[in-house]
């Protein structure tokens, strides 16, 4: 079973890392969630659940405005291929979050370690970022730094690439 909103938090809280949370209607793309804006400060997160032909996977969070040339990418992110959008049974299955949901905490569910992760250099430069909680019902704020050490908690490693245009 893949973790919920609520076993996110209590690894968060067991990593001392606090963060703050907005309850919100569902926001299924960018362009829902930029209604919010005024509300939630810090960088904002789109993410790119990608896959290569040898089925390598990675999820890409960028800034919400970033320009991502995928055609290019898979020689930033270490692609064995040209990528395209992974299926949706697959990110439910290795992130446990479905399309509209995409989050850089769903690599708490990657426990095989299957996805690699890759944080565009830009977004990190924000001194917050937002995410949804594994739902798409809120956003979840978070210290850049805190992000790094939630990533490497779960066995990760936090790529910082600059992957956007």
Do not use: C
């Amino acid at each position: 079973m893949p973790k919920t909103e609520a076993d996110l938090m209590a690894f968060l809280a067991e990593l001392g890392i606090a963060v703050s949370t907005i309850r919100h209607p569902p926001l299924y793309t960018v362009a829902d969630s930029q209604a919010l804006r005024g509300e939630i400060a810090g960088g904002h997160t789109k993410n790119l659940f990608l896959k290569d032909k040898k089925d390598n996977f990675f999820l890409v969070t960028v800034g919400e405005d970033a320009v991502v040339d995928l055609k290019q990418i898979h020689q930033l992110i270490g692609a064995a291929s040209r990528v395209s959008f992974g299926k949706p049974e697959m990110l439910i299955e290795l992130l446990g979050v479905t399309p509209g949901a995409v989050t850089v905490f769903g690599i708490i569910n990657d426990r095989e370690n299957r996805v690699r992760l890759v944080l565009d250099k830009d977004l990190m430069d924000h001194s917050v970022i937002n995410a949804h909680p594994l739902t798409n019902e809120a956003t979840t704020s978070i210290a850049a730094a805190d992000l790094i050490r939630f990533v490497e908690a779960t066995g990760h490693d936090a790529a910082i690439l600059k992957v956007s245009a």
